[in-house]
């Protein structure tokens, strides 16, 4: 048997994300909080409120972007201080953090 477990908050939400650790791994407990909820949010037919894909990279989608000065798929409490750790925040095309020079 397959299921797929989604958490109902989004990768700020380092607690949760950080509990799934106990019997997930860093990876799957990333996937859990992001793209796949975009991916579950998909499924519900006429009653999606989003009108592009979600947790996608790609043209045309929502998705949320962190860059992370680290692994966070090898040491998930990097997100727990995103203060030091996450170097660009950026949700619905505008950044609200960007620490990168150009």
Known sequence: MHATIETAADWGTYGLVH????????????GMATGMNGQLLGL??????YPRKLGLLEEAAYADLLLVDGN???NIDLIANPDQNLRV???DIKFYKNQIQA
């Open 19 to 30: 509990a799934y650790t106990r019997w997930y791994s860093a990876a799957q407990a990333r």
């Open 44 to 49: 519900s037919g006429k009653r999606d409120s």
């Open 89 to 91: 925040m950026m949700k």
């Open 72 to 74: 966070p798929l090898e």
